[in-house]
């Protein structure tokens, strides 16, 4: 944790750009925010011995969770019965009771059959009450949506219904935008607690209580019974596309399915047909409900999709195996309430189509209620993921006791830019459009749906914009305006630019790049060839042909330049232990610390507790640790930059963030400033302009300090925020206080234990008095009591000593959304499920099915895309062929 925050402190108090990494990789799972609003949150291994049934999706866990491995042989013992799902015969499959080997990458076309015969057996032909409920309460699936009508006379879904689109609101006048529709069980029309239009402006309401306008009520899930019409509505289908990789199954490539449906005056005066996410989600999956759907299967033996038949053809596997492990998983978690477990992780995950694959899993998951539940859900596990002390360690890590916002940046979009990979792209929009789609609207290159994405504010950027940010504030000066207006303005006028709309404009690349903790031109780059001809302009193996040598598709809203920029890079500095290939292409190699040479803090995902990494022996020679190395880089350009740089004003764009009032910026549909389609207004239909001015002399002291915007500001995190001076105080008397200086007074963090002790400080996780200050802070929200989660931890708090004598569990936290109990593993969803706080999506529920504007125009299956683009996005690089001959003579 110091290590990494030691690099990002620095940069952040220069206004720098720190990358991300977990995205890089190839290891967030997309499908957890797309489903939860959750980057990831999981079960730690302990809780596999709850279970009942498991399924290890893609997961080779004697392998690669060896430590952990005992508690998926311990549980057999209890009766559980595991079942290994893999391509190849991995230790996994040697350890289950059951092996099922579907062809690669049809991983996603496996959990739709087994879908199919959940919903099948369990939701109609003998429903399960605990799943039923569980779906009502705790999903988007009672909610209502509105249904567009296509030139042929069917419909698509379109976007969820809002208590907006109603005449009266529903009473509803804060949000009413962003509070979702259901129909209860008397037929009423109500917006249920716990959509994220309760979450900001009101409180008390933001909960899963199954309470609208005050009064309890239950919500239906199918508008089958109640409706007064029935609909054709349209769904893509992708497994009829030949490849020479994949088996199809031949079917129209759009399925039109009858749903029922509800006919509704709306506030404009209009007449639309809505349906519930339930029945879409019902037809999807290809199920009959007696409404003449010629599209439907009659049995499992029908090849339709998405039957067990249909999913033998595509993946190989039995249907009689498909619908066995689907009946069983569901009957366990039906008698269990439950307790059926998917463990999944980078088998699965590092593919191109990896939501599609995982949110297969996951609606089984949902469809059987187990997230949440102790003994069930998902446990995605890639890498080390978990940062447990979060709310603690990102002051730290990002200088937010100084300035705020930091600048950060997705290093997918930063790399696939600047390395010039998008001048490479042969894929194409139209390429990932659903059949429903119109390709009109979807024109140009995907590199300009990403600058789009920074123009209005959904994604990060860097740089920012085509001039330095530290010259706004004389510019605005002269004009008369302030930093922000001024760029208002001048983006309109176009007198300022993105950065990312001219990137070989020769201003608006990166210059300096700091690597630590790892090995980016090595084991972590993508596009690896790319990056050395781009950034360090020294040999490459390109094979490809760049756009400028081909007919592909330009940018629309990338200004083209015929000759790109080629070593952008000014200066390269590595921090390692040992020489990687990072190491040998930097211009400064800084030899560090290794674990066992430095004090630090580490937790995990597999495991509850925290734990120190102390220095065993002091660093080697001239290597130093992480943060004395940065702390001596601060330190020196402290000095130097005198009479180069002093207290200075730098323009921030700061991105729309997911829990903040921001996430209500655009209700319905998508507007571009750009375009004229709206104002340029900050914060809404663009980034957050910010003000952040910063004293570049006195950048070693605030280093070196705990800043002030803790005591003014307070500290918090995922949308909630509390009072944190008695902390500071204390940390004050802990770490002694600085005795002169711009830092003069505050908190000091000279050494890595110093920064340890702030962490450890802060974070709920691991002061128990944070902890119950947030957890009020969270019922202040939701309008229920929930600080009897950690009150009877209040009194503690953990120090470095402590865990150095002792690994020690960390305290319950709103932050996370499992539980740190004497009673209960940790398992993710679990104060959703028994707390009733909602998941931090549109409706608060588990998101079944992705309904808004453009995401709704790509393919819900996209498992299929795939079988189409591998053909067309390498068909390039089919004649590059070996030259050298494989046989090798081998001489002693």
């Not at 959940?118 to 909610?143: G, V």
């Not at 039995?318 to 689907?326: C, G, K, L, Q, V």
């Not at 176009?494 to 990312?500: L, Q, T």
């Amino acid at each position: 944790m110091v290590s990494y925050a030691a690099g990002t402190r620095y940069l952040s108090l220069l206004g720098g750009t720190c990358l991300s990494f977990y995205d890089w990789y190839c290891d967030l799972p997309p499908a957890s925010p797309m489903t939860w609003g959750e980057q990831t949150d999981v079960p730690e291994s302990a809780d596999w011995y709850n279970s009942a049934y498991i399924i290890a999706w893609g997961s080779n866990v004697p392998q690669t969770r060896t430590p952990d491995a005992h508690f998926f042989t311990e549980v057999r013992y209890k009766g559980t019965k595991t079942i290994a799902i893999t391509p190849d015969y991995s230790e996994v499959a040697k350890l289950c009771d059951q092996w099922l080997a579907p062809k690669q990458g049809t991983d996603s076309a496996l959990a739709m059959a087994m879908g199919h015969v959940i919903l099948k057996e369990f939701h109609l032909d003998n429903p399960s009450d605990y799943f039923l409920n569980y779906c009502r309460r705790y999903t988007d699936m009672p909610m209502l949506v509105l249904l567009d009508e296509r030139a042929d006379g069917s419909y698509v879904p379109g976007r969820m219904m809002r208590a907006s689109d109603l005449v009266d609101g529903l009473g509803e006048a804060n949000n009413p935008e962003w509070k979702t529709v259901a129909l209860n069980s008397t037929g009423e029309l109500v917006a249920p607690n716990g959509s994220i239009g309760f979450r900001w402006g009101e409180k008390g309401k933001w909960n899963l209580e199954p309470v609208a306008a005050g009064v309890e009520t239950e919500l239906s899930l199918s508008l089958l019974g109640q409706h007064d019409d029935v609909a054709g509505v349209a769904f893509p289908y992708f497994g009829g596309n030949e490849n020479p990789h994949f088996r199809s199954v031949r079917q129209e490539p759009v399925l039109v399915r009858q749903l029922p449906v509800k006919r509704l005056a709306l506030a404009d005066g209009s007449e639309r047909m809505v349906v519930s996410v339930y029945d879409l989600v019902l037809a999807n999956y290809g199920l009959d409900r007696g409404l003449d759907d010629c599209h439907s299967a009659n049995n499992y033996n029908d090849v339709k999709a998405y039957t067990p038949a249909w999913g033998e053809q595509i993946t190989g596997v039995p249907r009689r195996h498909i619908e066995t492990i689907a009946r069983e998983f569901a009957e366990t978690a039906h008698k269990t309430h439950g307790r059926s477990m998917i463990i999944l992780g980078a088998g699965v995950n590092h593919w191109y189509h990896m939501d599609m694959n995982y949110r297969g899993m996951i609606n089984m998951l949902v469809f059987c209620g187990c997230v949440g539940q102790t003994g069930g859900g998902w446990a995605h596990y890639v890498g080390q993921e978990k940062l447990r002390p979060q709310t603690g360690w990102l002051p730290l890590a990002f200088a937010l006791d100084w300035n705020r916002p930091p600048r950060q940046m997705n290093s997918t979009s930063f790399f696939y830019n600047h390395a010039s990979q998008w001048r490479y792209e042969k894929l194409t929009a139209q390429e990932l459009l659903s059949p429903l789609a119109d390709p009109a609207k979807f024109s140009g290159h995907l590199i300009d749906f990403n600058v789009r994405a920074e123009r209005m504010g959904w994604l990060p950027s860097a740089p920012q914009l085509n001039l330095n940010p530290l010259s706004v504030k004389a510019s605005a000066d002269k004009a008369g305006l302030s930093a922000a207006d001024y760029t208002v303005q001048a983006l309109k006028s176009g007198a300022i630019r993105f950065a990312c709309e001219q990137p070989d404009s020769g201003h608006n690349h990166p210059r300096n790049l700091f690597v630590w903790r790892s090995n980016l031109l090595g084991s972590s780059g993508k596009g690896h060839e790319y990056m050395l001809k781009y950034l360090l302009g020294t040999d490459s193996g390109i094979q490809g042909e760049a756009l400028g040598s081909s007919e592909g598709i330009k940018p629309e809203e990338v200004e083209w330049q015929s000759a790109a920029i080629e070593g952008k890079l000014d200066l390269l500095v590595t921090l390692d232990f040992r020489m990687s290939s990072t190491c040998l292409f930097s211009d400064i190699v800084l030899p560090t610390a290794t674990w066992y040479e430095k004090d630090d803090m580490n937790t995990s995902d597999m495991h509850p507790f925290i734990h120190p990494l102390s220095a065993a022996v002091d660093p080697a020679w001239e290597s130093k640790s992480d943060w004395e190395i940065y702390k001596g880089i601060a330190s020196v350009f402290s000095e130097v930059c005198v009479g180069h740089l002093g207290q200075e004003t730098d323009v921030v764009l700061h991105p729309l963030q997911h829990d903040s009032p921001a996430e209500l910026a655009q209700p319905f549909d998508i507007l571009d400033w750009r375009k004229g389609e709206c104002e340029l207004i900050p914060g809404k239909t663009a980034p957050n302009i910010v003000v952040v001015e910063r004293d570049y002399p006195a950048t070693y002291e605030r280093f070196t300090s705990l800043g002030p915007l803790l005591d003014k500001l307070g500290n918090g995190g995922k949308g909630i925020a509390w009072n944190t001076q008695d902390e500071v105080d204390f940390l004050g008397k802990l770490n002694y206080t600085k005795h002169d200086g711009p830092a003069k007074g505050r908190p000091r963090i000279d050494t890595a234990l110093d920064a340890s002790e702030v962490i450890l400080a802060l974070a709920p996780e691991t002061n128990g008095q944070v902890a119950v200050k947030a957890w009020q802070a969270l019922g202040e929200m939701t309008g229920r009591e929930h600080t009897h989660l950690a009150i009877n931890k209040e009194d503690e708090k953990i120090r470095f000593r402590d865990i150095q004598a002792q690994p020690r569990k960390i305290i319950s936290s709103p932050t996370w959304s499992g539980l740190e109990s004497e009673h209960v593993s940790y398992n993710a969803g679990y104060t959703n499920v028994h707390e009733l706080i909602p998941w931090r999506t549109l409706s608060g529920g588990n998101n079944s099915i992705r309904i808004m504007r453009g995401c709704a125009l790509l393919a819900k299956a996209w498992w299929h895309i795939v079988r189409r683009l591998i053909p067309a996005a390498s068909a390039k690089c089919e004649k590059f062929r070996p030259t050298v001959s494989r046989k090798k003579r081998l001489t002693s």
